[in-house]
């Protein structure tokens, strides 16, 4: 493996775990210069047999004051990152570059009181990195997390969502979070069915989330295809709810998941 530079780092895998046969966490080591706002993603690098390196943008799963990184990956098949990946285990090493990038923060915004987080597939990865930091829970009133996966198995990190208000350092904010799972190709008890767009439009969500969208009020973070994306978009831009930019601070902020 290439020796660490000036621009990444060799790290050590220190798990991976299968959540379906297309979906897996895994754990690497964390150089100790490596800073992060939640929310960011990670270049990483795995080296192929020829000598040349495999790269792919990663979110972090991971909160920024942990001492490891965590990652949330779904496998593409014939693709060139996870195909090397796969050969990997326990012990071996990948490259990750110094530098966080992405603009999925809680700085894109100003004022707020609810805090919606919008994801389809991997894109909850920064989403969990983002409720394991203590920023959202003290700046905003409530905060609704809505994930959506074609079937019920592809739900991940259930059990620490719900558990994450039961932390030390976060139960002074017990009651805040509200997870609304979204399962559009087979019926799960407790999950909504529909996909998130028509669940906006329709105001199925907001009923269910007993909280209506908006300008004032309300802050939105997409993370998720591009479709998705674009969609979502364009149903929150029906309520009033604009892209925020750095030379107009707005509502809604995004992450295109591949």
Same mark, same amino acid.
């Given at each position: 493996?290439?020796?660490?530079?000036?621009?990444?780092?060799?790290?050590?895998?220190?798990?991976?775990?299968?959540?379906?046969?297309?979906?897996?966490?895994?754990?690497?080591?964390?150089?100790?210069?490596?800073?992060?706002?939640?929310?960011?993603?990670?270049?990483?690098?795995?080296?192929?047999?020829?000598?040349?390196?495999?790269?792919?943008?990663?979110?972090?799963?991971?909160?920024?004051?942990?001492?490891?990184?965590?990652?949330?990956?779904?496998?593409?098949?014939?693709?060139?990152?996870?195909?090397?990946?796969?050969?990997?285990?326990? $012990?071996? /090493?990948?490259?990750?570059?110094? +530098? %966080? *990038?992405?603009?999925?923060?809680?700085?894109?915004? =100003?004022?707020? #009181?609810?805090?919606?987080?919008?994801?389809?597939?991997?894109?909850?990865?920064?989403?969990?990195?983002?409720?394991?930091?203590?920023?959202?829970?003290?700046?905003?009133?409530?905060?609704?997390?809505?994930?959506?996966?074609?079937?019920?198995?592809?739900?991940?990190?259930?059990?620490?969502?719900? $558990?994450? /208000?039961?932390?030390?350092?976060? +139960? %002074? *904010?017990?009651?805040?979070?509200?997870?609304?799972? =979204?399962?559009? #190709?087979?019926?799960?008890?407790?999950?909504?069915?529909?996909?998130?767009?028509?669940?906006?439009?329709?105001?199925?969500?907001?009923?269910?989330?007993?909280?209506?969208?908006?300008?004032?009020?309300?802050?939105?973070?997409?993370?998720?295809?591009?479709?998705?994306?674009?969609?979502?978009?364009?149903?929150?831009?029906?309520?009033?709810?604009?892209?925020?930019?750095?030379?107009?601070?707005?509502?809604?902020? =995004?992450?295109?998941?591949?």
């Amino acid at each position: 493996m290439t020796a660490s530079t000036d621009k990444f780092t060799c790290q050590t895998l220190l798990d991976v775990q299968p959540l379906t046969p297309n979906l897996f966490s895994l754990r690497v080591s964390r150089d100790p210069g490596f800073r992060f706002r939640s929310g960011q993603f990670a270049r990483l690098g795995v080296a192929k047999p020829d000598g040349s390196v495999a790269w792919r943008a990663y979110s972090m799963v991971s909160a920024p004051h942990d001492e490891y990184l965590d990652f949330f990956s779904i496998v593409v098949p014939g693709g060139e990152f996870t195909s090397e990946l796969s050969r990997l285990g326990q $012990g071996d /090493e990948l490259l990750i570059d110094r +530098q %966080a *990038f992405g603009f999925l923060t809680l700085d894109r915004f =100003v004022g707020g #009181r609810d805090l919606w987080l919008l994801a389809t597939g991997t894109g909850i990865a920064p989403f969990m990195s983002i409720l394991q930091d203590f920023e959202a829970w003290e700046r905003f009133d409530s905060i609704k997390l809505v994930y959506s996966v074609r079937e019920a198995r592809e739900l991940a990190y259930v059990d620490e969502i719900a $558990g994450l /208000e039961q932390r030390d350092y976060l +139960q %002074a *904010f017990a009651g805040k979070l509200q997870f609304i799972p =979204v399962v559009t #190709r087979e019926a799960h008890p407790g999950a909504l069915s529909a996909r998130i767009t028509t669940l906006i439009e329709t105001g199925e969500l907001e009923r269910a989330a007993g909280l209506a969208f908006s300008p004032e009020h309300s802050r939105v973070m997409l993370c998720g295809n591009p479709q998705m994306i674009d969609d979502t978009r364009q149903a929150l831009k029906a309520r009033d709810l604009q892209l925020s930019l750095s030379r107009r601070p707005g509502q809604v902020a =995004v992450e295109n998941y591949w």
